[in-house]
Nanobody
Framework: QVQLVESGGGLVQAGGSLRLSCAAS????????MSWYRQVPGTQREFVAG???????NYAGSVKGRFTISRDNAKNTVYLQMNSLKPEDTAVYYC??????????WGQGTQVTVSS
């Protein structure tokens, strides 16, 4: 079993930056990839960024060039650095961990609000 806890969300002005963190615990060896998703009320949860144990990166087109996913293996933590934030980035951001695909474990989410 894997548990994920997100942090770092908050309110920021358009053009600003935030850094989200996701700390994993439990059966860490079961995790082969970690990712970030986001969801706006009334819409489907969408993929934002992902990173595999081998370092392969994947980004949604809407965030490519602005967001960066990274990891600290010693801390079992994955990060999402969000720069040049736009109001349309406003959402609840969820950390996810995968044994294969799609994600098997989810965090509870952290709110990111970008004001104009």
């Amino acid at each position: 079993q894997v548990q994920l806890v997100e942090s770092g969300g908050g309110l920021v002005q358009a053009g600003g930056s935030l850094r989200l963190s996701c700390a994993a615990s439990g059966s860490i060896s079961s995790i082969n990839a970690m990712s970030w998703y986001r969801q706006v009320p009334g819409t489907q949860r969408e993929f934002v960024a992902g990173i595999t144990n081998g370092g392969r990166l994947n980004y949604a087109g809407s965030v490519k060039g602005r967001f960066t996913i990274s990891r600290d293996n010693a801390k079992n933590t994955v990060y999402l650095q969000m720069n040049s934030l736009k109001p349309e980035d406003t959402a609840v951001y969820y950390c996810a961990a995968s044994k294969t695909w799609p994600p098997d474990w989810w965090g509870q989410g952290t709110q990111v609000t970008v004001s104009s």
